[in-house]
């Protein structure tokens, strides 16, 4: 398994631009979360879903959009960029139980987006 | 809402010294985790605790969960510099949403050889 996969790395956005954020997982993981951070921050739950067509906003969902159209994927999209989203984006997953670690998250590498 | 503090936000250590960072949340918790990440790199699960007064190991690692279940707290023995990195606690609250985790802001440890 490759666990959750994010595309890109890395990317420089100018103030206004829009992008999505890829996120698929090969766990067959019911729960999907998207979360940023900020540096010296913890990390900020942006959207969540609890399966194929279901989502729902976390603490900080201004700006953002997601969908669910699939169990493995759940990408994250950022229509107009702004400075103030300038932060490492990261999206975990995790299955409905888990035996003991029912609620344990599974994160990717993380997507470092600039804006400016 | 629901906030989770942890203390201290940084610390920096001689390898061979011990090491404990806290976490203290708002509410009554669920369940308590503990993720470690290391610089550039992605949160890593280390470990649940459950139950109220709940002490866990993992080699120099010990981890505890309060009487209560709104505390919790990460003691590392002898740290080495392989400990390097920033550990969160995060916590899921009863009947939270959907068992959403909250995430402390971290504490990033230094380990000078």
């Known amino acids: 398994n490759a666990g959750v996969t994010q595309t890109p790395k890395f990317r420089i956005l100018k103030i206004g631009q829009s992008m999505t954020l890829q996120c698929t997982q090969d766990?067959?993981?019911?729960?999907m979360y998207w979360y940023r951070q900020d540096p010296g921050m913890g990390l900020k739950l942006i959207y969540y879903?609890?399966?194929?067509?279901?989502?729902d906003k976390g603490e900080v969902p201004n700006g953002y959009n997601v969908s669910r159209s699939t169990t493995e994927d759940f990408p994250l999209r950022l229509e107009l960029a702004a400075p103030s989203q300038t932060s490492v984006y990261f999206c975990?997953?995790?299955?409905?139980?888990?035996?003991?670690?029912?609620?344990?998250?599974?994160f990717g590498p993380g997507t470092r987006l600039l804006v400016l | 809402g629901q906030q989770v503090m942890q203390i201290p936000q940084y610390q920096h250590v001689q390898e061979g010294e011990d090491f404990t960072t806290y976490c203290n949340s708002s509410?009554?918790?669920?369940?308590i985790q503990w993720y470690k990440q290391r610089p550039g790199g992605h949160p890593v699960f280390l470990i649940q605790?459950?139950?109220?007064?709940e002490v866990k190991k993992q080699k120099r690692l010990t981890f505890q969960f309060g009487e209560a279940k709104k505390n919790s707290s990460l003691h590392i023995t002898a740290t080495q510099t392989t400990d390097v990195g920033t550990y969160f606690c995060?916590?899921?609250?009863?009947?939270?949403?959907?068992?959403?985790?909250?995430f402390g802001k971290g504490t990033k440890l230094s380990v000078k050889p």
């Open positions: 975990a997953s995790r299955p409905i139980l888990a035996g003991r670690y029912q609620e344990t998250q599974y």
């Open positions: 766990m067959n993981h019911n729960y």
């Open positions: 879903s609890v399966g194929a067509g279901i989502t």
């Open positions: 509410t009554t918790l669920s369940n």
């Open positions: 605790l459950v139950k109220s007064g």
């Open positions: 995060a916590g899921s609250a009863y009947g939270g949403s959907q068992g959403n985790l909250i």
